[in-house]
């Protein structure tokens, strides 16, 4: 699918307007329904390849057939990098603000970078994708006792009480809670949570004040 996906988009774009006027405005309102519908496919197979790359995961996961790759992470410039990256890569889709807090003279951990990351960005995507416009998203490191703390915070959107202990459940959405329509497979969180257990680690979430909070907090010393 997607390399098909990709032919079409290298003919799209290989393709040429008439000269004649009248033919050149209804050529035009076809490549704009062409493109809508490029994007459409284009997007539906992003969704299904997260899907089974997500799914996978977990089943690794849940067998312990997922090692991990332990490295020591200077986490200050690691995690600007992180949130450096993610900026770039998402500046189409994500319409709030990103902000940076950590604390001065943060520890090394000895972790598994990949995973680390892929829990923050799994969660800084969440907030992008049920944040109001031009909200604030922030991402907290700090040192509490012998854990290192990640938070990502979201404002403009709670999640109801009654739906907190199920978010983490698998293929479990909150209803009529994605204000950009952007849809989702239902697995990130759960991936999160495993993700996070994986490196020995506890994950909270709190939401109320219209804000939500998700907490990593990871061990100092393995």
């Known amino acids: 699918m997607k390399m098909a996906i990709q032919m079409l988009e290298i003919k799209l774009e290989k393709e040429h307007l008439p000269s004649d006027t009248s033919e050149s405005v209804n050529c035009l309102k076809n490549h704009s329904k062409i493109s ?5 496919l284009n997007n539906e197979c992003e969704r299904e390849i997260n899907l089974i790359n997500n799914f996978l995961d977990l089943q690794r996961l849940d067998t312990n057939a997922k090692p ?3 490295e020591k ?4 410039p690691w995690l600007e990098r992180v949130i ?3 900026n770039t ?3 189409d889709c994500c319409r709030q603000r990103l902000k940076l807090e950590m604390e001065s003279h943060l520890p090394s951990i000895i972790c598994d970078p990949f995973s680390l990351e892929r829990i923050l960005v799994e969660l800084l995507t969440n907030a992008c994708k049920f944040s109001p416009i031009n909200q604030e998203i922030i991402v907290k490191a700090q040192v509490k006792s012998d854990y290192i703390q990640f938070q990502v915070i979201n404002t403009g959107a709670e999640i109801p009480a009654a ?5 983490f459940d698998k293929f479990y959405r909150i209803p009529s809670n994605d204000p950009w329509k952007q849809g989702g497979t239902g697995l990130g969180l759960a991936l999160v949570q495993k993700l996070t257990k994986h490196l020995d680690g ?3 979430v709190e939401s109320d004040s219209n804000r939500t909070i998700f907490s990593i907090e990871l061990p100092l010393e393995r």
């Open 36 to 40: 809508r519908y490029f994007q459409i």
């Open 68 to 70: 991990l790759v332990l």
């Open 73 to 76: 992470i200077e986490v200050s």
């Open 84 to 86: 450096e990256l993610y």
């Open 89 to 91: 890569r998402n500046r």
């Open 163 to 167: 739906e907190l202990s199920l978010i």
């Open 202 to 204: 506890l994950i909270e």
